[in-house]
């Protein structure tokens, strides 16, 4: 079983930066896609972020892009995500996320085909 930990929450005024950390341990993840969604109060799951294994590809929702940048470091088992220009909409609980199935990136914005979550880290950004 794998145990995912996120870190790097936390109060950042807007404009500022945060970086997250998700350390995978248990099971490698350098074959599968990786991911960071978001929860708001009142607000479904989203994606924010998605990496392929090889980390040559990222997906970003649209609300983030230019902004936040996913990457990983097989090596180490771990996936960062990069917040830049951070705004008060940004405010929620962030979780690190890793993909069912190896290999494969289709439906990587759908929250069903993770099946490996931590427990998440939350960001607040004062308006």
């Known amino acids: 079983q794998v145990q995912l930990v996120e870190s790097g929450g936390g109060l950042v005024q807007a404009g500022n930066s945060l970086r997250f950390s998700c350390a995978a341990s248990?099971?490698?993840?350098?074959?599968?896609?990786m991911g960071w969604f978001r929860r708001s109060p009142g607000y479904e799951r989203e994606l924010v972020a998605a990496?392929?294994?090889?980390?040559?590809?990222?997906f970003y929702a649209d609300s983030v892009k230019g902004r936040f940048t996913i990457s990983r470091y097989n090596a180490k088992n771990t996936v960062y995500l990069q917040m830049n220009r951070l705004k008060p909409e940004d405010t929620a609980r962030y979780y690190c996320?890793?993909?069912?199935?190896?290999?494969?990136?289709?439906?990587?914005?759908?929250?069903?085909?993770?099946?490996?979550w931590g427990q998440g880290t939350q960001v607040t950004v004062p308006s």
């Open positions: 996320a890793g993909r069912s199935v190896q290999y494969d990136t289709s439906g990587y914005e759908r929250s069903e085909k993770y099946n490996d």
């Open positions: 248990g099971r490698t993840l350098s074959n599968r896609v």
């Open positions: 990496i392929t294994w090889t980390g040559l590809t990222q």
